[in-house]
């Protein structure tokens, strides 16, 4: 998967040079960052509505257009695709692989910095989903 981030992306840098009328990367580097950033939000919206819908290949249709959209905006901030991974992996140190940073300062002070949580790699589909009272 990641080399196929890294093509688009080498794809995404090289369109920057393209003329906008025959190119839609060109064009949509040319538009600048907000509009990069709407057209990444409609595309998550749009795998939110079809997952939803239980649709699973416009699922996948879609996901191909919020990656291209993410690398563009990665591309236009100068952020590279390792410097997401390098993300990843220290998010895995601190809590696992299948988990997100809590937004709390607070709860990331609970593990010191440089040392690993004692937390296990727990891939998504074992976790059940609890209901909130």
Known sequence: MTDSIERLYRAILAA?????SRSRTAK????????MAKKLAEEAIEVAIDAV???????VRESADLFYNLAVLWAE?????????REME????LLGIAEKLPKSA?????????RVAERPIVAA???????RH
Not at 78 to 83: A, K, M, S
Not at 106 to 114: D, E, F, T
Request: charged letters at 35%; glycine letters at 12%; zero cysteines.
């Open 106 to 114: 607070l709860k990331i002070a609970k593990v010191a910095p440089g």
């Open 125 to 131: 589909e074992e976790r059940t989903i609890r209901k």
């Open 16 to 20: 920057k040079d393209q003329d906008p």
């Open 77 to 85: 901030l100068g952020i590279q695709p390792e410097d997401v991974w």
């Open 28 to 35: 949509l580097l040319q538009q600048g960052t907000g509009k």
């Open 90 to 93: 220290r998010r895995e140190l």
């Open 53 to 59: 819908g239980g649709n699973a290949e416009a699922v």
